[in-house]
């Protein structure tokens, strides 16, 4: 069984319906501007309007924390670093087979999409006070949390990629043979995949909130519990500089994902054009 034949019946007829090419050069100008115009915007108010540090800092002394509190911060950073990793990885685990036997298993979907649906509109912060009890303080509750706020995009977006593909497709590889596994394996799988890293990349945002959000209520170490702390303390030069950090951290993780689609979708649609051009 061919998969150049696989390849070229599941692709699209035209390119009318590819997204725009992003550019090649300059990509980052317009952003890194952006971003700079902000913060000098922001700085420069702070001293125009004579604001006082303890209600909004200015950037300078955010970065200055920031750096100078390196050690400190960082030692934070990797406790929530876990914390959104594992939950993430569990998410992943999990998610993707589910919404697999929701495809596959109708019984199933139909009955394990409204406690989907309830898991989701239930109120994450109202759970984790229940976290304490259940798991006590430390990393657990902070993975459950992550978890549970990641869990969805993962299964809903995975579902509807496995559900995208079209059915000639299925035909053609039955005609030929092909078993229900290669069937998920050919095609199923692949066409699902920009589906599945769209879901990854917003559950991996998510995966942040969910890890902050429990480091607020349940936990005694992390970036969560530092702006918890800092803000008792009236310290926001801290607070914001442990904002900073996170929002680097969220960078990191969002681009891994992106990363990691680059080289599993962009690489396999190179990989089956070039078998594609070699079997014409």
């Known amino acids: 069984m061919s998969d150049a034949v696989v390849a070229a019946h599941s692709a699209k007829p035209s390119n009318a319906d590819q997204p725009p090419r992003k550019p090649r050069g300059g990509g980052w100008v317009a952003p890194v501007l952006t971003t700079v115009a902000c913060l000098a915007a922001w700085e420069a108010a702070i001293h125009v309007f004579d604001i006082p540090a303890y209600m909004i800092p200015p950037p300078s002394s ?49 009955a394990i999409y409204p406690v989907l649906i309830t898991a989701q509109v ?29 869990f969805f995009p993962i299964v809903i977006d995975t579902l509807a990629g496995l559900a995208s593909v079209r059915p000639e497709s299925l035909m053609l590889l039955r005609s030929m043979g092909g078993t229900r596994w290669q069937s998920f394996w050919k095609v199923r799988l692949p066409t699902a995949l920009p589906h599945m890293f769209a879901g990854l990349k917003v559950a991996m945002t998510f995966a942040v909130v969910g890890a ?3 480091e607020f209520v349940a936990s005694d170490a992390g970036l969560g519990y530092v702006l918890v702390e800092a803000r008792a303390n009236l310290d926001m030069v801290l607070v914001f500089a442990a904002i900073f950090w996170l929002i680097l951290m969220g960078f990191i993780f969002f681009f891994a994902v992106e990363l990691a689609e680059r080289v599993l979708v962009k690489g396999r649609s190179a990989k089956r054009g070039h078998e594609l051009g070699a079997g014409l």
């Open 62 to 110: 955010i970065f200055r924390a920031a750096v100078e509190r390196y050690d400190f911060l960082l030692g934070h950073a990797v406790a929530t670093g876990w914390a959104i990793i594992l939950g993430f990885l569990w998410a992943v685990v999990i998610g993707v087979p589910v919404a697999t036997l929701m495809v596959y298993w109708e019984g199933f979907s139909r």
């Open 122 to 150: 239930l109120p994450k912060v109202a759970l984790a006070p229940l976290f304490i009890v259940w798991f006590g303080f430390g990393l657990l509750p902070k993975v459950v949390m992550t978890f549970l706020i990641a």
């Open 212 to 214: 902050i959000v429990a």
